[in-house]
């Protein structure tokens, strides 16, 4: 049984950062893209940053490059997201996600689709 958990999120200020966790268990990371996805109320959920099970190849939606980063351990099976400089309109629920097995194309990184397990999301609120 694989199970996510993500940890991190909290009520900030605009301008500040935040540092978003997951971690996994019941099944081996490394040879899976892992991603970041956020859901805000009435919309569709996206991708945010999702990272190549070779930590070869990140994806950045265009809103978060150059504040975020995404990061893999594999030896402690986790994921992170470093959100910097963080505007109100980051507020989501974020969810950590695993994807395809070496997984090698660009939608196995970019697209919901891709991914069979999810957490349960962690609530990143920015106030103005």
């Known amino acids: 049984q694989v199970r996510l958990v993500e940890s991190g999120g909290g009520l900030v200020q605009a301008g500040d950062s935040l540092r978003l966790s997951c971690a996994a268990s019941?099944?081996?990371?490394?040879?899976?893209?892992m991603g970041w996805f956020r859901q805000a109320p009435g919309k569709e959920r996206e991708v945010v940053a999702a990272?190549?099970?070779?930590?070869?190849?990140?994806y950045y939606v265009d809103s978060v490059k150059g504040r975020f980063t995404i990061s893999r351990d594999n030896a402690r099976n986790t994921v992170a997201l470093q959100m910097n400089s963080l505007k109100p309109e980051d507020t989501a629920v974020y969810f950590c996600?695993?994807?395809?097995?070496?997984?090698?194309?660009?939608?196995?990184?970019?697209?919901?689709?891709?991914?069979?397990?999810w957490g349960q999301g962690t609530q990143v609120t920015v106030s103005s």
């Open positions: 996600a695993l994807g395809r097995s070496y997984g090698s194309s660009s939608r196995s990184l970019q697209s919901p689709g891709e991914y069979d397990f």
């Open positions: 019941g099944r081996t990371i490394s040879s899976y893209n």
């Open positions: 990272i190549r099970w070779s930590g070869t190849s990140v």
